[in-house]
């Protein structure tokens, strides 16, 4: 957009980042698509692309049947773990590779991190994970059963329109969202004009407790924070 390009995103979910992030922060990113100049059209899905035969797309077509004309498309569709080559092997596969606590496999000798691991459960597609389990998994292969667990703390980042967004810990339905620093109105400010927001800081709280963090363009902050949730998490693990 800022290069004078007329740009559209579709998202079928009710807001973008809404699984990650909650309705009400999800709708202050979201902010962020309409301060860059792009237009947000949510809760609706891709039906097709059109184009002739052999040539270049010309507009997408949406499901409920709206045309958007378009020169260059996009398209986002996720991920699905490559475990197709483990059919028939003695390792447990259920929406990526089944581990314990500590990236060990149904098979005591062997390990997997990663997208495609399910540790505890939970697949965790973060960069962080990719980085952090391996110290796990390898002490855990030496020793020849589970001594440690990976399950550090969620993390994740996005860059959208000159802005930075940051989070970190466990978010669920339910969780009380409050903004300790700046304000939801103006978080990012206007990239089209080259202006920078106030930032913002959000914790999540249940019972008491904090349970993670977001934050757009408010990192010190969000570091003290995130280093905050760590310290817990590594202390509900100890079982202290």
């Known amino acids: 957009a800022v290069l004078g390009h007329d740009v559209t995103v579709v998202e079928a979910a009710p807001l973008p980042l809404a699984a990650q992030l ?30 002739a035969a052999g040539r270049s797309v010309t507009a997408v077509e949406l499901a409920d049947g709206r045309l958007l004309p378009a020169d260059v498309v996009v398209v986002g569709i996720g991920a699905i773990p490559n475990t197709q080559w483990l059919a028939g092997s003695p390792l447990a596969v259920d929406d990526g590779i089944l581990c314990d606590d500590g990236c060990v496999t149904t098979l005591p ?45 969620p993390y994740f980042w996005s860059d959208q329109y000159g802005s930075r967004i940051q989070f970190a810990g466990h978010r669920t339905s339910g969780d009380i969202v409050r903004i300790v620093e700046g304000s939801s109105a103006d978080p990012g400010g206007d990239p089209t004009a080259g202006a920078r927001g106030r930032g913002l800081l959000a914790v999540y709280e249940r019972a008491g407790r904090t349970t993670a963090a977001l934050a757009i363009d408010c990192a010190r902050p969000f570091m003290k924070a995130r280093r905050g949730l760590a310290a817990d998490r590594a202390a509900e693990l100890a079982g202290v």
């Open 22 to 51: 909650g309705p009400e922060m999800a709708s202050v990113c979201a902010g962020l698509h309409a301060r860059g100049g792009v237009a947000l059209l949510t809760g609706v899905g891709v039906a097709g692309l059109r184009g």
């Open 109 to 153: 000798q062997v390990v997997a991190v990663g997208d495609v691991a399910r540790v505890g459960g939970a697949r965790a597609e973060h960069w962080t994970s990719a980085t952090e389990q391996p110290r796990a998994a390898v002490r855990n292969l030496l020793a020849g059963h589970t001594v440690e667990s990976a399950h550090s703390l």
